[in-house]
């Protein structure tokens, strides 16, 4: 329910009303480890992985469901725990922010050059996981 929320929230925050398909797939250090060094040339874990189905605002439509297809969305959470423990956060604001993140991506943000495109994506994370009830200083007790 989480990962469905946040996707939802960031469909809603870009103004994206039509229906839409997103595949999530949960997956342990070992598996996207795999995937990153596949897709990306990297032999190392990482958190998420975002697979956009098309270029932002040209998506492929499921003719059996009428869906906009945004793509697929890979995130380790056994990377997730880690990262929760080390941060002194949830996993599910972890979690929730991995979603996020990767839902932005699949809109067409990209953060990799930095800049000013780097902080409009940050600032957006940060507004649907607040609006979502997971902001930054929500932290687990000690």
Not at 66 to 95: C, K, P, W
């Amino acid at each position: 329910m989480l990962v469905r929320r946040c996707c939802n929230a960031v469909l809603k925050l870009e103004g994206f009303t039509d229906s839409a398909e997103v595949c999530v797939t949960l997956v342990d250090d070992k598996a996207i480890r795999e995937l990153n060094g596949k897709y990306r040339g990297k032999d190392i874990e990482t958190d998420v992985l975002s697979f956009p189905s098309g270029e932002p605002g040209k998506y492929e439509v499921n003719p059996e469901t009428g869906a906009y297809i945004l793509g697929d969305i890979v995130i380790s959470v056994e990377r997730a725990a880690f990262q929760a423990r080390q941060y002194n956060h949830t996993l599910q604001r972890e979690v929730g922010y991995l979603t996020v993140h990767s839902m932005l991506h699949l809109m067409g943000y990209d953060h990799e050059e930095g800049g000013v495109n780097a902080r409009i994506m940050r600032e957006k994370e940060e507004k649907v996981l607040e609006l979502l009830g997971l902001r930054r200083d929500i932290s687990i007790l000690p």
